[in-house]
T-cell receptor
Framework: GNSVTQMEGPVTLSEEAFLTINCTYT??????LFWYVQYPGEGLQLLLK?????DKGSNKGFEATYRKETTSFHLEKGSVQVSDSAVYFC???????????FGTGTRLQVFP | DTGVSQDPRHKITKRGQNVTFRCDPI?????LYWYRQTLGQGPEFLTY????????KSRLLSDRFSAERPKGSFSTLEIQRTEQGDSAMYLC???????????FGSGTRLTVV
């Protein structure tokens, strides 16, 4: 079946530290991959996406590269800020089903 | 456009009662999705509409759950005879196609006591 596995949280970092949140997937076809972010008290927002192998999605200093050989889509940021504190969800989508499958989420806490 | 709106934001109900939630999507979006999210978990797919047609329902959606999207605009999700296990955040999202990403509402938090 189709599924997404994310690293357990919380991830706790100091401001300006490097961030990696791991995401791997299992899919029966050729999925598109997404990262969504949920800030406290808000709805989920699309952060970035990649629709085919070797694509790199980027937004707000965050990046993720679609690696078909390792079935991964790890989220990275070179220098986190306190305002990046949120829950991050990795998701995959298959066009024939037209819906997204989400991971369990990883909470990021950034301290000054 | 103010995004995806969900009403109410919170609902507390007694076990056995019926509840109905409303979602108003972005007007240009023809796809509307309902997800359920419990504490510490990611959103789980419940059902989705393309225009007014309900195209898929998850096995999670028992016969106590029903969703409608009359005229392809707003949608309602009704839960009959609520159970404590129904307590969760119910999320609505709309999209012009999943490759464009979803726009989520802020959710309706249901507590069944």
């Amino acid at each position: 079946g189709n599924s997404v596995t994310q690293m357990e949280g919380p991830v706790t970092l100091s401001e300006e530290a490097f961030l990696t949140i791991n995401c791997t997937y299992t899919a029966t076809g050729y999925p598109s991959l997404f990262w969504y972010v949920q800030y406290p008290g808000e709805g989920l927002q699309l952060l970035l996406k990649a629709t085919k192998a070797d694509d790199k999605g980027s937004n707000k200093g965050f990046e993720a590269t679609y690696r078909k050989e390792t079935t991964s889509f790890h989220l990275e940021k070179g220098s986190v800020q306190v305002s990046d504190s949120a829950v991050y969800f990795c998701a995959l989508g298959l066009e024939d089903t037209d819906k997204l499958i989400f991971g369990t989420g990883t909470r990021l806490q950034v301290f000054p | 456009d103010t995004g995806v709106s969900q009403d109410p934001r919170h609902k507390i109900t007694k076990r056995g009662q019926n509840v109905t939630f409303r979602c108003d999507p972005i007007s240009e979006h023809n796809r509307l999705y309902w997800y359920r999210q419990t504490l510490g978990q990611g959103p789980e797919f419940l059902t989705y509409f393309q225009n007014e047609a309900q195209l898929e329902k998850s096995r999670l959606l028992s016969d106590r759950f029903s969703a409608e999207r009359p005229k392809g605009s707003f949608s309602t999700l009704e839960i009959q005879r609520t159970e404590q296990g129904d307590s969760a955040m119910y999320l609505c999202a709309s999209s012009a196609g999943f490759l464009y990403g979803y726009t989520f509402g802020s959710g309706t938090r249901l507590t069944v006591v």
